[in-house]
């Protein structure tokens, strides 16, 4: 049986506050302490998804708040296309650890 929705890449929503260390879980942080950022942009996020296997691309849509911290929040978000079936946690720890990589071989190459 050839299920026409297995064909396309999964659409997943990402917020900027679920990678922030800053955040506490409560209000929106999904990932532990140790793979948190303390800040990110919409371009490391492009930059990961370039990184990490199978290749995803990204939408960013700004203009946007994240609910949770209308009052604080960074005005955008990301959809991010990937094909296969992985699951947003598992996404979102690998563009964490992937980020994290890309920033260390920067401050290196400084």
């Known amino acids: 049986m050839n299920n026409s929705l297995s064909d396309k ?8 506050e679920y990678f922030l260390k800053s955040i506490s879980r409560r209000l929106g942080r999904r ?14 996020l492009i930059d990961a998804c370039k990184e990490i296997t199978p290749p995803c691309s990204v939408e960013i849509v700004e203009g946007k708040k ?4 209308w009052y604080e929040s960074k005005g955008w978000y990301a959809i991010v296309r990937i094909e296969g079936n992985v699951s947003k946690n598992k996404l979102l720890k690998e ?16």
Request: charged residues 30%; positive net charge.
């Open 66 to 69: 994240y609910p949770r911290l």
């Open 31 to 44: 990932l532990p302490i140790d793979l948190s950022l303390n800040d990110i942009s919409p371009q490391d």
């Open 9 to 16: 890449p999964r659409e997943i929503i990402l917020w900027p």
């Open 95 to 110: 563009l964490a650890k992937v980020i994290l990589k890309l920033r260390n071989k920067e401050r290196s190459e400084m």
